[in-house]
């Protein structure tokens, strides 16, 4: 079973609509929870960082079930520019030290 | 602010050649570096972190290696590539204490022919 797991897609939307991705984590030891957005051919980017109280930033939420282990990011009033791969990270401590655990990405498509 | 350079950022090498990636980071002190493959189409494939200077942990057996000659200088290193060896290789720093995300550099894609 993999560690962090995501639908791999892809994720075909027309613009305007809202999109919901889940990823779940296998350790619930994870301390840490993020989402990273990967355009094609580009390095991974920071999107947000997910806490336990929920956040949001613009049309982007993120939320964090530690008791059912997964973590959401929904997407509303989806643009072209929102097509991307969006990756899902958790962070671990083990060999002391802290290790970024990475989902292998959910591929969305906006259409217009 | 912080920022990590990589290069190059396209490169294609013979097999059989030696290879040499760099990334440096400005900006802060004592980082955790990686490097990381991507196959295309694929998730990412940590290849070795670093917590401080010769300090390297290697997550997959490989005829790749890596060097930490500096505080904020990472290098991924072969004597002789292969073919399988082809790929998008991503060097990222972290915040060393606590649990924290990585940034990573724009990445090297490697083509060996």
């Known amino acids: 079973r993999k560690e962090v797991e995501q639908d791999p897609g892809p994720f075909n939307v027309p613009e305007g609509a809202t999109v919901a991705f889940n990823c779940t984590y296998s350790n619930s030891a994870s301390q840490s929870f993020f989402w990273y957005r990967q355009d094609c051919r580009k390095e991974p980017k920071l999107l947000m960082s997910v806490y336990s109280s929920g956040n949001e930033d613009g049309r982007f939420t993120a939320q964090l079930n530690r008791a059912s282990q997964y973590i959401s990011l929904l997407i509303r009033d989806s643009k072209l520019s929102d097509s991307a791969t969006y990756l899902c990270v958790v962070t671990l401590f083990m060999d002391s030290n802290y290790q970024l655990i990475w989902g292998a990405g959910t591929k969305l498509i906006i259409k217009p | ?113």
């Not at chain 2, 990590?4 to 090498?13: F, K, M, Y």
């Not at chain 2, 390297?56 to 060896?85: G, Y």
């Open chain 2, 1 to 113: 602010s912080q920022t990590i350079h990589q290069w190059p950022a396209t490169l294609v090498q013979p097999v059989g050649s030696p290879l040499s990636l760099e990334c440096t980071v400005e900006g802060t002190s004592n980082p955790n570096l990686y490097w990381y493959r991507q196959a295309a189409g694929r998730g990412l494939q940590l290849l070795f972190y670093s917590v401080g200077i010769g300090q390297i942990s290697s997550e997959v057996p490989q005829n790749l290696s890596a060097s930490r000659p500096q505080d904020r200088q990472f290098i991924l290193s072969s004597k002789k590539l292969l073919l399988s060896d082809s790929g998008f290789y991503l060097c990222a720093w972290s915040v060393q204490s606590g649990s924290h995300a990585a940034f990573f550099g724009q990445g090297t894609r490697l083509t060996v022919v």
